[in-house]
Nanobody, 124 residues
Framework: QLQLEESGGGSVQPGGSLKLSCAGSGFTFADYAIGWFRQAPGKEREGVACISSLDGSIYYGDSVQGRFAISRDNAENTVYLHMHSLIPEDTAVYYC?????????????????WGQGTQVTVSS
């Protein structure tokens, strides 16, 4: 059974940093593109970052470009999202998702498998 589990969320002040982890199990992790998405109350789910399965190519959403960094460790079946210079607008539930499209980028419709999400709150 394919499972994804996010961790690392929490509360942080503006300008701070957090590292989210997405641990996969029950599937060949290296064969899947992994994406991070977020959803704030009353807003649509937004693609934050994605890392491909084949060549490690990376996509970032415009709102996080230059502040967030995604990486993957296939030996540990884990993808990380390093978030820096956080702003209140980054407050959301963050989800990781897996896709059989090698380079699924930020379209949530390309992702069939989702974790339960982890809350990130940026507030002073």
């Amino acid at each position: 059974q394919l499972q994804l589990e996010e961790s690392g969320g929490g509360s942080v002040q503006p300008g701070g940093s957090l590292k989210l982890s997405c641990a996969g199990s029950g599937f060949t992790f290296a064969d899947y593109a992994i994406g991070w998405f977020r959803q704030a109350p009353g807003k649509e789910r937004e693609g934050v970052a994605c890392i491909s399965s084949l060549d490690g190519s990376i996509y970032y959403g415009d709102s996080v470009q230059g502040r967030f960094a995604i990486s993957r460790d296939n030996a540990e079946n884990t993808v990380y999202l390093h978030m820096h210079s956080l702003i209140p607008e980054d407050t959301a539930v963050y989800y990781c998702a897996a896709s059989t499209y090698s380079n699924a980028r930020g379209d949530p419709h390309h992702y069939a498998y989702w974790g339960q999400g982890t809350q990130v709150t940026v507030s002073s």
